[in-house]
């Protein structure tokens, strides 16, 4: 059972902005879900095994980088060739 | 290189479509000139990319995925992009952040997704073929719902570089038709190995189909018939593949007891994996700006609220908690070992038989709007996502209607026996012309 | 030491090993003198539908490291995803190794404060992504924002994780100097680079809570962020208040930690295997890897071979260049300069380049050669031998255009001047006549007066007149004249 504190903390990891409206909705829709979820408890044992495709690696070959004005193009907001984000200090 | 420009101008009146490339170059190749449809989920250079969300909008990627790059070398011409659930995660493609796409056989009606407006595209003969990806069942699902033909690949045989992941275990690549001819031949052009995808295997496609299902073993298993099941969808798949007894196959009866656990270890995987690949769309490097002024967190959950639709939104969030401190064990672990039942189970069966068969969907497309309680819209994929967990491949192919609505027919088979899944639906397909 | 001031430290190290191309991408390793996101491609940058492939090389080097530290390669080994948001992040996931790392176990041997020689064990090494890098924009009026260049994001790093075996922040320095030079002597790994090193440091005081340092990205900030959170961490003991244990920040430019803010603890990861990337099975690679001479073979062998010290074998051995440096210097004739161009290089040299902050890469070698042999000649004096060296490094710093030590010699004028005694007759002659009262004392058997007047006539030969010579000779003038 999740609680809407539970549910604005899951938010908080996850980045994602959430209205006191939508904290009720969700709630009760993760509980659900998560009952049905409570199958797996069934589920025996808690290791699987790797069957193929390992060591899948390339070469140490430098290839050409993007043009720097396609590595801009997308981002919202540039200054002397950094892309501009929010403050972390 | 030679190279030409394809007038396309469709009747959109099914808003299969995202982006229109009113002239789309082509070259010489296998598909020369064909007009092509590619999910909005898949990347090419030059054409907005969106995955049907807010906030991918006015993404132009500045590279073609794999299967791009391989259509466009084999002359195909990328008319459009298509419309879907955002991200994938949906089953009805009424989860786009632009509209519903409608179903061309019932406007009423949803055309499944998550690739929905390819499959659109294709059943409302805007294009002879589409490129669709199929998470949890959003290449046959769609193509069950339109009435067309699905491919979801071997899980390895096609490249997923510049598929914007939703769910990387999980999700392939497949080409969507109205003919299983047409599909065989799209997967031709697409399947392979790629130096850029790590999970695929060197299993090029060189098939032509051939209609012949004789000596052939059918596990039938009793849960894809049992509850929850439309009895009228049930009798028309039996009668199907009563048909391809009649083609010199054999059935019996089989039975998957992990399926118990499927739809609960997907939609653990899925929303797991999606909660970090979706983590990168902040407002930084692409899509609509987070404000630089904000502290980052702060920044990013406005843009984070106002990108996303709220079925991304949960299910990012239930991917965070099945990973979270003190769950990971309960959910995530668990799902993986259950998905290790499913592919058990599936190769115990294939030790008996050649294909399994049963139906696409347990119920024919939903109405618009019909189904809006998140859990029971996840129900009805239970009949395809164990072909995703267990990494095989899976067909649906058009086999009957049900109230004037089509049905599909979901055939699977062994890792890398996509040529036999083919083989089987082109032969019920050629039977019933 | 009292057993409740026992210091314990644990050391993680994040190394940038020295590709070509960058762990998951083709994009080069050699951004650093160009402009901000011209080494990227849509991998690194984290564009929607780009996919890792592990590059191999990074794997043998991690590998190779893995052997040279005694560690075992896993059976199998994966790689995760740590999830966290911050804008230099590209994909708000760090491809790393969580809970399948590349190896385990193993150790690292370093000279001990008491003298001899402690194992320090290793808890695991693994190979991961580095981040791009911030700068921080703006101020606290006109608004703060941040710069990101992602040149750096995806360089291949590994984390090497030490038990906390460390009893000292000086073992620690011993610690990460003798790692440095073990990576170097592998030559996966160039210590010159800017970033290519960065520590995070347990320190507990014995009994009480342990607390990371962050952000250590030279190696005397190790010693200097340890000293400072032990003297903290004590006078907390002493003051009666609990140590809570916390993640610090080391402040470079004043030498001091700084508590993060405690929202930013509460990190949960989110762990998941990479779906993208295949598990390795490489342990069976191990045995084809073929390890250089280490530090501590070259260093008993400088012992054995060159008749080093034990000090200055562990000195010039420290650094592969300056090992490499001595063997050059006496390459011509090993029996007869190893004495003295190890006394020259491990004493003299080094002091030299660190009181001119240069690098040993601008020494000349074979004018330093040229100069050892003219030592061993007994061409010029010890003092003379360092004014020479002194004028080659000046020339080398300030770019001027250089001359040989042969030149330097007879520009300057210092080769001793035996053979030809007449100018130190002359100048003992002067320095007798001119202290009468130092030759007073010195008939009167006062100490210290031979001495002085031995100064003021090396001053007048201004150093070029042999020691043992001149007081030869200025003793037998001064048993002349009292005759
Ligand atoms: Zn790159």
């Not at chain 2, 239970?382 to 267990?390: D, Q």
């Not at chain 3, 400088?302 to 008749?307: I, P, S």
């Not at chain 3, 002659?429 to 007073?440: F, R």
Request: one cysteine or more; proline letters at 5%; glycine letters at 8%.
């Amino acid at each position: 059972m999740v609680t809407e504190k539970d549910v604005e903390h899951i938010a908080e990891l996850a980045d994602i902005g959430i209205n006191s409206g939508e904290l009720v909705t969700f709630t009760h829709q993760f509980n659900a879900i998560l009952d049905y979820f409570d199958v797996l408890d069934q589920v025996k044992g808690d290791t699987t095994v790797t069957r193929d495709l390992t060591n899948i690696m390339r070469e140490d070959i430098v290839e050409p980088s993007l043009p720097r004005d396609e590595v801009l193009k997308n981002a919202p907001a540039q200054e002397d060739g950094f892309i501009k984000a929010p403050r972390v200090m | 290189m030679e190279v030409n420009e394809l007038s396309f101008e469709p009747n959109d009146r099914y808003n299969a479509f995202l982006t229109v490339c009113k002239k789309a170059p082509y070259g010489k190749g296998k598909l020369s000139g064909m007009a092509i449809a590619v999910k909005d989920n898949i990347s090419t250079k030059g054409i907005e990319t969106t995955c049907a969300s807010k906030i991918l909008k006015g993404y132009v990627p500045p590279y073609d995925a794999h299967v791009v790059e391989l259509l466009r070398h084999a002359g195909a011409a990328i008319v459009g992009k298509t419309n879907m659930d955002e991200f994938g995660m949906g089953t009805t493609t009424e989860n786009s952040a632009f509209g519903p796409t409608l179903n061309p056989c019932d406007t009423g009606r949803v055309p499944g997704g998550s690739s929905g407006g390819s499959a659109a595209a294709v059943a409302g003969n805007m294009v002879k073929m589409a490129l669709g990806t199929d998470t949890g069942g959003s290449i046959r699902c769609p193509a069950a719902f339109c009435g067309i033909v699905g491919l979801k690949p071997t899980y390895g045989r096609v490249s997923r570089y510049g598929l914007i992941a939703y769910a990387n275990s999980l999700e392939q690549i497949g080409p969507m038709g109205r003919t299983v001819n047409d599909v065989s031949t799209l997967m031709q052009v697409i399947a392979g190995k790629d130096r850029h995808d790590s999970t695929t295997y060197d299993r090029p496609y060189s098939h032509t189909p051939v209609a012949d299902v004789k000596g052939l073993k059918i596990g039938i298993p009793e849960e894809y018939f049992g509850e929850g099941v439309d009895p009228k969808v049930a009798g028309v798949v039996k009668t199907a593949i009563i048909r391809l007894k009649e083609l010199g196959a054999t059935t019996v009866s089989c039975s998957i007891p992990s399926m118990k656990f499927a739809l609960a270890a997907y939609y653990v995987t899925c929303t797991c994996e999606a909660s970090s690949n979706l983590a990168r769309f902040d407002g930084v490097r692409y899509g609509p700006a987070a404000d630089t002024k904000k502290s980052w967190h702060e920044a990013y959950r406005e843009v984070r609220k106002a990108g996303f639709g709220p079925e991304v939104r949960r299910r990012i969030m239930l991917g965070t908690f099945a990973l979270s401190s003190g769950y990971y064990g309960k959910y995530y672990t668990k799902a993986q070992v259950a998905r290790e039942n499913v592919k058990a189970d599936f190769a115990r069966i294939f030790s008996e038989v050649d294909l399994i068969a049963g139906p696409t969907m347990p119920t024919i497309a939903f109405k618009l709007k019909e189904k809006s309680d998140p859990l029971s819209m996840y129900l009805s994929d239970i009949l395809t996502v164990p072909a995703n967990l267990a990494g095989i491949p899976a067909i649906s192919v058009p086999c009957g209607k049900v109230n004037g609505m089509p049905v599909g027919l979901q055939i699977m088979g062994r890792p890398f026996e996509d040529e036999r899944v083919i083989d089987a639906a082109y032969a019920y397909e050629q039977a019933v012309k | 030491m009292m057993a409740e001031d026992q210091v314990i430290v644990g050391l993680e190290v994040h190394c940038q090993l020295d590709t070509k191309s960058k762990l998951f991408c083709g994009c080069s390793t050699d951004y650093r003198s160009d402009g901000p996101n011209t080494h990227v491609c849509p991998v690194c940058l984290g564009l929607p539908g780009a996919m890792p492939v592990l590059n191999k090389r990074s794997i043998e080097y991690a590998m190779k490291v893995a052997k040279a530290l005694n560690c075992t390669v896993l059976q199998e080994s994966e790689f995760s995803r740590k999830n966290y948001f911050y804008p230099d992040l590209d994909k708000a996931y760090q491809i790393t190794q969580y809970d399948k790392p590349l190896a385990e176990g193993g150790y690292l041997e370093i000279e001990s404060d008491e003298g001899g020689e402690r194992r320090i064990r290793l808890t695991r090494i693994h190979v991961e992504e580095d981040p791009g890098r911030l700068v921080h924009m703006g101020n606290a009026e006109r608004g703060k924002y941040s710069l990101v260049d992602y040149n750096r994001a995806g360089i291949p790093l590994i984390e090497i994780v030490s038990e906390p075996d460390m009893r000292s922040p000086k073992e620690a320095r011993k610690f990460l100097n003798k790692l440095r030079a073990t990576l170097e002597y592998l030559n996966v790994f160039d210590s010159d680079k800017e970033g290519s090193l960065r520590v995070d440091a347990n320190i507990s005081i014995k009994g009480n809570e342990r607390v990371e340092v962050k952000n250590i990205t030279s190696y005397k900030g190790v010693e200097k962020a340890l000293t400072y959170e032990v003297t903290r961490q004590k006078n907390q003991i002493r003051r009666g208040q609990r140590i809570e244990r916390e993640t610090r920040h080391f402040i470079e430019s004043t030498g001091i930690t700084q508590s993060s803010r405690s929202k930013e603890q509460e990190h949960d990861y989110r762990y998941f295997p990479e779906p993208d990337l295949r598990p390795l099975q490489v342990q069976s690679w191990v045995e084809g890897i073929v390890l250089p001479e280490l530090p501590d073979a070259r260093r008993e062998r400088f012992v054995l071979q060159y008749g080093c010290s034990l000090n200055h074998a562990r000195t010039l051995t420290g650094e592969l260049k300056l090992a490499n440096f001595f063997e050059g210097v006496v390459a011509a004739d090993p029996k007869g300069l190893s004495t003295l161009a190890a006394t020259w290089i491990a004493d003299t040299l080094i002091g030299e380049l660190n009181f001119r902050s240069m690098n040993l890469d601008r020494v000349d070698a074979a004018g330093f050669t040229e100069l050892i042999g003219i030592l061993k000649q007994g061409i010029i004096t010890d003092k003379s031998g360092i004014e020479v060296l002194r004028v080659m490094l000046d020339q080398r710093l300030k770019n001027e255009p250089t001359e040989t030590p042969t030149v330097i010699v007879s520009l300057l004028n210092l080769a001793k001047n035996s053979g030809d005694t007449g100018a130190i007759t002359a100048a003992i002659t002067e320095a007798i006549n001119e202290n009468p009262k130092a030759l007073e004392d010195y008939y009167a058997g006062k100490g210290g007066a031979l001495n002085f007047l031995v100064g003021q006539v090396m001053k007048k030969t201004r150093g070029k007149a042999d020691p043992g010579e001149l007081n030869r000779m200025l003793i037998e003038a001064l048993k002349k004249k009292e005759a």
